[in-house]
């Protein structure tokens, strides 16, 4: 049994001081996972600061978008009339992860700084870069079948495991982090996420003492919003790939991938390609993968499963325009 000690913080900025000022803190807010990972003595915090009670859990407006707070439980997020009229790739891709039991205690927050699931992460019996720093990979030669295939290095081949962060990355939302300094500033994914590297324990690029306080939500995008996730099992199982997609007639397309990097992927370049089909899509997208023995799979599933978005995609664009046609 490990001692620890224990606050629940009255402002943010208390929060922030309270980390930054106490070695071995971390915050909590609903611990779906840190809790987990505590039990496994993976995560080893000697302070627990609360955040629950600093009123981060309103979905606001703000600009031509949306705030949501960084303690918005999952569940909320997901049955959000706006969420799921203007931003429903969102709210699909939230409705697709984890259980019912888990949502309702998940947040946003939590949600973006959920550790991987990779197997050798959770083994504390098996070398982990990511776990342990030097310790080296098991994953390499071991059983890699669920982890990454581009964004990797020599170092981890680990996932990141969130749909909520895939949904996020096609709608091009912001973290919006409070510093230790008092200021405020909002990240994009692909900055607030960092590749491993040769340092796969520092996945984000927060530092000491902030506090993500919210996600910012741009205009709501035009088009089908649609989240594909192909698993081992129907339910209760992360991804072994997803695609999150909004496709707008014959217009435009935006796409994010889940289950195959180490933070949502996404090539913006790649869309542009997206009328020559899925092929062409993910061999642009996917160009620098490198796939192990066991998971070289998902490329072709990438494939079959973005190619099943697309046809989806059209049937809603021609549906919509008969149904046009009826009325008139």
């Known amino acids: 049994m490990r001692p620890l000690t224990y606050e629940h913080a009255k402002a943010p900025q208390q929060a922030s001081q309270a980390v930054l000022d106490t070695p071995?803190?971390?915050?909590?807010?609903?611990?779906?996972?840190?809790?987990?990972?505590?039990?496994?003595?993976?995560?080893?915090?000697?302070?627990?600061?609360?955040?629950?009670?600093?009123?981060?859990?309103?979905?606001?407006?703000?600009?031509?978008?949306?705030?949501?707070?960084?303690?918005?439980?999952?569940?909320?997020?997901?049955?959000?009339?706006?969420?799921?009229?203007?931003?429903?790739?969102?709210?699909?891709?939230?409705?697709?992860?984890?259980?019912?039991?888990?949502?309702?205690?998940?947040?946003?927050?939590?949600?973006?700084?959920?550790?991987?699931?990779?197997?050798?992460?959770?083994?504390?019996?098996?070398?982990?870069?990511?776990?342990?720093?030097?310790?080296?990979?098991?994953?390499?030669?071991?059983?890699?079948?669920?982890?990454?295939?581009?964004?990797?290095?020599?170092?981890?081949?680990?996932?990141?495991?969130?749909?909520?962060?895939?949904?996020?990355?096609?709608?091009?939302?912001?973290?919006?982090?409070?510093?230790?300094?008092?200021?405020?500033?909002?990240?994009?994914?692909?900055?607030?996420?960092?590749?491993?590297g040769d340092t796969p324990h520092i996945e984000t690029v927060l530092q000491p003492g902030d506090l993500i306080t919210g996600v910012l939500l741009p205009a709501p995008r035009p088009g089908t919003h649609i989240y594909r996730k192909v698993r081992d099992r129907s339910s209760y199982a992360f991804a072994l790939v997803s695609v999150a997609a909004i496709i707008n007639g014959r217009r435009s397309a935006r796409f994010a991938f889940g289950g195959v990097a180490p933070r949502p992927w996404r090539v913006e370049a790649a869309e542009k390609r997206w009328k020559e089909g899925a092929a062409a899509v993910i061999d642009t997208a996917f160009a620098d993968a490198r796939p192990t023995a066991d998971n070289a799979f998902k490329l072709p599933l990438l494939r079959r499963t973005l190619d099943a978005v697309l046809q989806e995609a059209e049937q809603a664009r021609t549906g919509e325009r008969r149904t046009g046609e009826d009325q008139e």
């Open 24 to 196: 071995e803190a971390k915050f909590i807010g609903g611990g779906t996972n840190l809790l987990d990972l505590m039990k496994l003595e993976i995560e080893r915090p000697a302070h627990l600061v609360d955040v629950n009670r600093l009123g981060l859990d309103r979905i606001e407006p703000h600009g031509d978008g949306l705030r949501v707070g960084a303690l918005v439980r999952n569940t909320d997020l997901a049955a959000d009339e706006r969420i799921r009229t203007e931003y429903a790739v969102l709210s699909r891709a939230i409705l697709s992860g984890a259980s019912g039991q888990i949502r309702n205690r998940a947040t946003t927050a939590g949600n973006l700084l959920q550790r991987t699931r990779c197997p050798y992460f959770y083994d504390t019996n098996m070398p982990c870069n990511k776990r342990e720093p030097g310790s080296g990979c098991g994953a390499l030669e071991g059983f890699s079948r669920p982890l990454a295939i581009i964004g990797t290095s020599d170092a981890c081949i680990a996932q990141h495991p969130s749909d909520m962060a895939v949904a996020l990355r096609v709608l091009d939302a912001q973290v919006e982090v409070l510093g230790a300094d008092g200021q405020t500033r909002a990240l994009e994914l692909d900055d607030f996420y960092r590749l491993p």
